[in-house]
């Protein structure tokens, strides 16, 4: 075991390997440093013949990961020159791919808050287990950004049009929802937690599963499918919206209430990426993607000024810019996809583009 202060602690248990993410002040949140240390105990373990198994938590009562640590993004693209945002998303994306192609079992304890880059180092792995306390969620459009670490492609393979909903509302989803959208593979009781990863340190994590896995509380989605799926069929943000507004439904109106806070711009693009990562293949190409816009995002006003309203004044009254949906041409839409040249981050090339399955 490293020191407690440290921000990750690696520790050896049985056949099992655990990553416990240890800023529990701050949700947990991913720095930098964070995930170049996940990355080298994954190198340190793949061929290590005593782990059969790494096990991914969080630290403290309230959750595996809230995101990246937006702070830092905020001040590097308000008085910074981007450049250490765009290394840190870099290294984190290539995490994201390596996690999904992990050659052994990781195994993601989904407990309490998990949301957009907790969602990166969770709900790539190959066994994702969630509790009746988890709350995930990407909800970047709420801070003027676009969901990443992969997450249009997780949210593009949900049923019908219920990632698009959980893209641009940035709606959090209980164990049920995870289940049904694709998103986590197993339900464990919280109170089950530390028996299970107790097992894994003798039992395969099929075992292990075995003794602890139970049926999730229900969730909502289910039940709000038809029209769901009606209204995020459409083509573009605005006419979602008229949808919305357009069915009796109180859940339809009160998403369309919540999109009307969101940025106009991050909606559009986020609608955008979405359709676009349905065509794109592997999650490779779409962490390419994902990379283009988040650095485009940082030469927007949209992300500095959401993160400004939510997070450092917290007056939750983002002052977006364009203001309106009308203002947000296709033309601003199409320059997040803009291709970076030398700058591309490249995935969709490497060797392994194969995801490995438990």
Same mark, same amino acid.
């Given at each position: ?9 690696? @520790? ?23 995930? @170049?240390?996940? +990355? ?7 061929? +290590?013949? !005593?782990?059969? %198994? ?14 990246? +640590? ?27 791919? @390596?996690?999904?192609?992990?050659? =052994? ?16 180092? #969770?709900?790539?792995?190959?066994? @994702? ?17 676009? $969901? ?10 949900? $049923? ?47 075992? *292990? ?7 999730? $509380? ?17 083509? %573009? ?13 109180? *859940?339809? =109106?009160? !998403? ?37 816009? #988040? ?13 400004? !309203?939510?997070?450092?004044? =917290?007056?939750?009254? $983002?002052?977006?810019?364009?203001? %309106? ?26 060797? #392994? %583009? ?5």
């Amino acid at each position: 075991m490293t020191g407690t202060e440290d921000p990750v602690l690696l @520790r050896a248990d049985g056949r099992a390997a655990h990553i416990v993410l240890n800023r529990p002040r701050a949700l947990n949140a991913l720095t930098h440093e964070m995930v @170049r240390r996940i +990355d080298a105990a994954l190198t340190a373990w793949e061929h +290590d013949p !005593a782990v059969a %198994t790494v096990v991914i938590s969080g630290a403290g009562e309230r959750g595996l990961c809230a995101g990246g +640590d937006i702070r830092a993004i905020h001040d590097d693209a308000k008085t910074g020159d981007g450049t250490a945002a765009a290394a840190f998303w870099r290294d984190e994306y290539r995490l994201n791919a @390596r996690i999904a192609r992990y050659p =052994k079992p990781y195994v993601a304890v989904m407990d309490g808050i998990v949301m957009g880059g907790g969602v990166g180092v #969770s709900a790539h792995g190959s066994v @994702r287990v969630v509790t009746e306390r988890a709350r995930v969620a990407m909800p970047e459009t709420g801070i003027g950004f676009v $969901p990443d670490v992969g997450g249009t492609y997780l949210l593009g393979l949900a $049923p019908g049009e219920l990632g698009t909903h959980l893209a641009l509302t940035g709606a959090q989803t209980g164990a049920g929802d995870a289940l049904l959208c694709g998103l986590a593979d197993h339900h464990v009781p919280a109170a089950a937690l530390g028996a299970f990863t107790a097992d894994l340190a003798v039992l395969s994590v099929h075992d *292990a599963l075995a003794r602890h896995v139970q049926s999730p $509380p229900p969730g909502a989605l289910a039940g709000q499918r038809e029209w769901i799926d009606a209204c995020y069929a459409a083509d %573009t943000v605005e006419e979602i919206l008229d949808r919305l507004l357009g069915r009796g439904e109180p *859940a339809a =109106k009160e !998403a369309a209430e919540t999109l009307l806070t969101k940025s106009p711009t991050a909606l559009k693009v986020t609608l955008a990426a979405l359709r676009r990562a349905r065509h794109l293949g592997p999650l490779e190409a779409v962490l390419d993607q994902e990379y283009r816009v #988040s650095c485009a995002a940082l030469a927007a006003p949209d992300l500095v000024e959401g993160v400004r !309203a939510q997070v450092i004044d =917290k007056d939750r009254r $983002p002052r977006w810019s364009p203001g %309106t949906l009308a203002e947000v041409s296709a033309a601003d839409v199409d320059r997040f996809f803009a291709p970076l040249g030398d700058r591309e981050l490249g995935l969709a090339g490497s060797d #392994s %583009t194969v995801e490995v399955a438990w």
